[in-house]
């Protein structure tokens, strides 16, 4: 049995959510984004999985087969318009398009780069890892190949009956009444549907390092064939699969490899992937490598210059001040893709977390102002109005705010509870509820403890590893008992009924003519937030008060 200082250790290290929340399009739980009639499924749907993408594109086209009309189906529409467009011919597309050919809709799958391009690009060899092995995705495409080229075999022999137009499409649009897939200038440069289907992956510019020396020649996105690098010094930067993944099959190759990642675990790549990487990096050198293959990890790493021959990275707790030279004939720079936001933007589709685009350069910014038309001002404006909102809720709930002032003159609500308590058996549970409800703060807390409840359960509906699960339960039980019910409802209902000791009541909460139940038990804030409650007074006769 494994150690449970280790289990915890792995759970903790492993299981827990890392990263930014990147900015891609707003879909429903059915794909469905706020243009009427456009899905996105696949990657940028949120889940980067091949079953995923299949998944959810079959589904969206069998949703489209059960919305639309019988009699608007098929090739003969009078209108001209297809029934589905659907944009890429990845697995999210082909999945979809194969639905649709299956529900009897019309469609036309349009590609600007080639025909399963993701998939094509692995590098040579690469091991496939279709998670999660038990699910079997809708529709009736397959992947179930073990390696980058019988995956390949496999899906295109699955998909050679579907015709492919290549073409990129510039927006999506409404004209008469029909979406209208913009692909390029001329007037006759569009496609009109009934509803899009947008599979076109995370298609975007490979994201940057943004450090001197990244334009040379021997930097590099993508890895085909780690046989190339046998013998060479080979710097793979990044955290992801991809990385992993190359590294792993460099080292395999006979390269040696130096991997630097700039967090202390890998937290995102697949089990797999990780004790892989563990095992070559113990051994010194790869098993599996006929050249004598190499693999070094360096946690914890940010790379500060590529030069011709070497790197200098930044390493915390390490190295000449902080800095180390790394050898490297080669880098791959493994670090993702940018979505292709501009063409949301054009689309008018929500993008989550987005502001919209801004200059890169302070200087850019300050010599031109066009780049405020860029802006997303429909989510600023919303910010600032809820910023002013709560600005205001403050107000009304604190003590010596301009709104709390003025409700309690104009005896408004809530002050109008305390009548209602007083007619109520005194220190009963209900009068002790309303006189709580009462004041303004009750329910500033009540909607806090909820929000933090709601989107909790949210959250874990959403990824519900074992350590979200529980770390969202602790989180929801503090907020509510000793933030809410205790200082609220349990304690001034105690209290008020002799059921707690004198001693500890003025120890603790004294009395004040400011609370509504005549006793600061607010204070059990401190079994938490341990500044409130003074456990000092308890050990002296001369309280802090």
Known sequence: MRNPLARYARWLHLDYPGGTVETLPRVDERFRTNVEGVYVVGDLAGVPLLKFSMDGGARVARQIGEELDGASRGDGAADGAVDVAILGAGAAGMAAAKECRRQGLSFEVLEANRRFATVKDFQKGKPIYTYPQQMTPAGD??????????????????????????????????RDGHLTVVTGDADDDFIEARRVIVAIGRSGNFRTLDVPGEER?????????PGAHAGQDVLVIGGGDSAAEAAIALAEAGARVTLSYRRSTFTRPKPENTERLRKLAEAGAAEDSDGGGSLRLIMESNVEEIREDDVRLTVADGGSGGLETVSADVVFAMIGREAPLDFFR??????????GATPDSWKAMLTSASWLKGLNWTRIGGFAAFFLFMCAVFSWKNSSGLLYGWAQAAGAFPFTLSAWAQSLPEHSLGSVLLTSASSPSFYYTLAYSAIVVIFGWRRVQRRGTEYVAWQTATLAAIQVVPLFLLPEIILPYLGGNGLLPGGLLDALFPTSEWSVH??????????????????????TSEPLW
């Open 141 to 174: 495409l397959r992947a179930t190949a073990p390696v980058k080229e019988e995956l390949v075999d496999e899906l295109e022999a699955q998909t050679t009956d579907i015709e492919v137009r290549h073409a990129e499409a510039e927006k999506v649009e409404r």
């Open 217 to 225: 020649g021997q930097v590099h996105h993508r890895l085909h064939d």
């Open 346 to 355: 054009r689309s008018g589709i929500e993008l989550r977390g987005d502001w």
């Open 518 to 539: 005549g006793r600061e038990y607010w204070r059990a804030y401190g079994f938490i937030l341990a500044w409130p409650l003074s456990v000092y007074n308890v050990f």
